[in-house]
Nanobody
Framework: VQLQASGGGLVQAGGSLRLSCAAS????????MGWFRQAPGKEREFVAA????????YYANSVKGRFTISRDNAKNTVYLQMNSLKPEDTAVYYC???????????????????WGQGTQVTVSS
């Protein structure tokens, strides 16, 4: 699976952005998908994830109620709608994919074997 993230940019606090992650490969619909972010000088952190069928979603407490993850398996794409953005949301955002079988959780970056290149999100105050 190859992943291509897009949609980042510069936005004022309170604004919105929608990130997209396009995946190649016929097995996309079998993979759980996640979004992670990494700010300068900080470790990569979990943002949101969605199960292979879209029936289950998971969010970090810091984004719950503001961000929404979704997927369109017909388009091999996962989205992250980000509303009410805050300066502390500034980071490079990465999408990730994996089967996440064997009881592996969606929250841990090490559980994902496939990663996109990242897209920069900058929120000005």
């Amino acid at each position: 699976v190859q992943l291509q993230a897009s949609g980042g940019g510069l936005v004022q606090a309170g604004g919105s952005l929608r990130l997209s992650c396009a995946a190649s490969g016929r097995t996309f619909k079998s993979y759980g998908m996640g979004w992670f972010r990494q700010a300068p000088g900080k470790e990569r952190e979990f943002v949101a994830a969605i199960s292979w069928g879209g029936g289950s979603t998971y969010y970090a407490n810091s984004v719950k109620g503001r961000f929404t993850i979704s997927r369109d398996n017909a388009k091999n794409t996962v989205y992250l709608q980000m509303n009410s953005l805050k300066p502390e949301d500034t980071a490079v955002y990465y999408c990730a994919a994996d089967l996440l079988d064997g009881g592996r959780d969606y929250y841990t970056a090490l559980n994902y074997n496939y990663w996109g290149q990242g897209t920069q999100v900058t929120v000005s105050s």
